[in-house]
C-alpha cells in the first residue's frame, strides 16, 4: 500500500539578476516516486541533484521564493494546508542534512521537548534511550556531543507511535563506521515497525545494501526506479546514469565478485 506519492514535482525559484531582472531557476522538475508502508527507499543522486529539495518540498518547508507543482500525497490525502499542518513532525518527520539544525543554545532535552508533540522528560529520555543515548544526553549541549551522538539525537526525534513515514537526509556523512552502522540499525528498526523510511544519501553502496527500493536523481529529475536486486543482476534494465553510478562506486567489484 503506497503510502507517500510525488507526482510530476518541480521546484523553480524566483530570484533577480544582477541587473534587477526576475529569473527564474528550475531546480526539480518531473520528480516522481512512491514508497509504501514500511519500505526503504533510496533516494541517490550526485549533489546538487536535487534530493534535499525534494525532502523541503514534501515538508513543505521550501523558501518563500519557490513555487512548486505537481502533486503530493500521504496516505491518500493531498501533502497540503491543514492536512500537511497536522502530518508535520508527527506521522511525517524529517531527520535534517545537518546538525547544525540543532540549536547551540539548548540542551538537548529542551530541544526534543519541543515541535509539535510536546513531550514530557521521560518520553525524552526513553527516545535517547531507543537510540542508545545515556539519560545524562538530556542536560548536554550539542557542543558537548560527538557527531555521530548528534545524529542518533537528530534520529531519536523519528520514534514515535504516530510516526508513519521519515525523511532522512544524508544522516551518515562523516562518522565513524561503527556510528554509522549504529544509524542503519535504527533506520532499519523503524522500517521493520512499519515505518516508510525515504533515505537520501549519496552513498549508493549503502543504498544498494540496505535499501529495499532505489530512485535515481539527475539534474532535479528522477530518472528511474529499481530494486537493488535488479541493477546487481539484470543492469540493462536500470537507467544506464544507475549503472553508470554503481560501476562508479569502488565497492562493485567486490559485490559483483559475491
Ligand atoms: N534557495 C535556493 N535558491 C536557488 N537555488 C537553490 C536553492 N536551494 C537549492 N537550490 C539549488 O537546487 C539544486 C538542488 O539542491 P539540493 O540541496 O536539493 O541538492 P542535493 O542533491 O541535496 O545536494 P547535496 O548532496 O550536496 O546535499 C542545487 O543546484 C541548488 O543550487
Ligand atoms: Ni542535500
Known amino acids: 500500500m503506497t503510502i ?3 507526482e510530476k514535482l518541480g521546484v523553480t525559484f524566483h530570484q533577480y539578476d544582477r541587473r534587477g531582472r526576475p529569473i527564474e531557476i528550475p531546480a526539480l522538475h518531473d520528480v516522481s516516486l512512491s514508497a509504501a508502508r514500511g519500505e526503504l527507499l533510496a533516494v541517490v543522486g550526485a549533489s546538487g541533484s ?17 513555487t512548486v507543482s505537481g502533486r503530493m500525497t500521504l496516505e491518500g ?4 494546508g491543514a492536512w500537511l499542518e497536522t502530518v508535520r513532525g508527527r506521522q511525517l518527520r524529517l531527520i535534517p542534512q545537518s546538525v547544525t539544525h540543532l540549536d547551540p543554545s539548548m540542551t538537548v532535552g529542551q530541544q526534543l521537548r519541543l515541535g509539535p508533540r510536546r513531550l514530557t522528560r ?6 535517547l534511550n531507543d537510540v542508545e543515548l545515556s539519560c545524562q544526553t538530556y542536560d548536554r549541549y550539542p557542543h558537548e556531543l560527538s557527531g555521530g551522538m ?3 539525537i537528530l534520529l531519536a526525534t523519528c520514534f514515535g507511535d504516530d510516526v508513519r513515514v521519515v525523511i532522512a537526509d544524508e544522516p551518515t556523512p562523516g562518522i565513524h563506521p561503527e556510528a554509522l552502522e549504529e544509524v542503519v540499525s535504527q533506520l532499519l528498526r523503524l522500517r ?3 515505518v516508510t523510511v525515504v533515505l537520501i544519501t549519496h552513498d549508493m553502496v549503502l543504498a544498494m545494501r540496505i535499501a ?4 535515481v536523481f539527475r539534474g532535479g529529475q528522477s530518472l ?13 534494465s536500470c537507467h544506464p546514469y544507475a549503472q553508470q553510478l554503481w560501476r562508479a562506486q569502488p565497492a562493485h567489484d567486490f559485490w559483483d565478485a559475491v
Open 4 to 6: 507517500l506519492n510525488v
Open 50 to 66: 536535487g534530493k534535499s529539495l525534494l525532502a523541503h518540498a514534501i515538508l513543505g518547508v521550501l523558501p518563500p521564493n519557490a
Open 77 to 80: 490525502y493531498e501533502l497540503t
Open 122 to 127: 521521560t518520553r525524552v529520555l526513553e527516545l
Open 150 to 152: 548528534l545524529r542518533r
Open 192 to 194: 521493520d515497525n512499519g
Open 212 to 215: 529495499d527500493r532505489l530512485v
Open 224 to 236: 528511474d526506479s529499481f530494486a537493488p536486486w535488479q541493477l546487481l543482476n539484470r543492469p540493462a
